[in-house]
T-cell receptor
Framework: AQKITQTQPGMFVQEKEAVTLDCTYD???????LFWYKQPSSGEMIFLIY????DQQNATEGRYSLNFQKARKSANLVISASQLGDSAMYFCAMREWGQGAQKLVFGQGTRLTINP | DAGVTQSPTHLIKTRGQQVTLRCSPK?????VSWYQQALGQGPQFIFQ???????QRGNFPDRFSGHQFPNYSSELNVNALLLGDSALYLC?????????????FGPGTRLTVL
């Protein structure tokens, strides 16, 4: 079974600083996908960024980048120039296949607080 | 472009009752997945529907059932509610389950069981 570990329950960062949220994963499948989602207090899960296991380069989406270290099985999210609106829960997830369908397996999440 | 919508937003039920939650997928998507998110936890996969059939199921009892309609919208039904069923229920839509498409989530339905 696949597993996602997020070891930082909470992070506090000053506005405009960069922040790295950690994620490690465990899988025996050679083909997999890793996702990061943001969940504000409203509850909606907002897709941020995706990294495929065969992607040669680290994924980037605006201020978000994914530091993908395959050998270490880590997929850390980097947010550059943090903003107050970045305060939220952040979840790392892995795509898992079964019965011809995919599901997402989530970590416990990291609560990020941006201080002015 | 309409995103994933869910109704109702909030719901309060008592133990033993039954509840139905609804989800409309993002335009162009035909696969719907349901997740349960208990307070302080990450979401847990309940099941996925594609072509009006349940394609994969997580570790949830038969009290949890679902349905997908020809217009791809979906319902989640929970019978004989328990206090432990209190959670945020999230619906996600994507292209067919065999694709590698991203799952996009709705705003969720917060269920409280008293």
């Amino acid at each position: 079974a696949q597993k996602i570990t997020q070891t930082q329950p909470g992070m506090f960062v000053q506005e405009k600083e960069a922040v790295t949220l950690d994620c490690t994963y465990d899988t025996s499948d050679p083909s997999y996908g890793l996702f990061w989602y943001k969940q504000p207090s409203s509850g909606e899960m907002i897709f941020l960024i995706y990294q495929g296991s065969y992607d040669q380069q680290n994924a980037t989406e605006g201020r978000y980048s994914l530091n993908f270290q395959k050998a270490r099985k880590s997929a850390n999210l980097v947010i550059s120039a943090s903003q107050l609106g970045d305060s939220a829960m952040y979840f790392c997830a892995m795509r898992e296949w079964g019965q011809g369908a995919q599901k997402l397996v989530f970590g416990q999440g990291t609560r990020l607080t941006i201080n002015p | 472009d309409a995103g994933v919508t869910q109704s109702p937003t909030h719901l309060i039920k008592t133990r033993g009752q039954q509840v139905t939650l609804r989800c409309s997928p993002k335009s162009g998507h035909d696969t719907v997945s349901w997740y349960q998110q208990a307070l302080g936890q990450g979401p847990q996969f309940i099941f996925q529907y594609y072509e009006e059939e349940e394609r994969q199921r997580g570790n949830f009892p038969d009290r949890f059932s679902g349905h997908q309609f020809p217009n791809y919208s979906s319902e989640l039904n929970v019978n004989a509610l328990l206090l432990g069923d209190s959670a945020l229920y999230l619906c996600a839509s994507s292209l067919p389950g065999w694709s590698t498409d991203t799952q996009y989530f709705g705003p969720g339905t917060r269920l409280t069981v008293l």
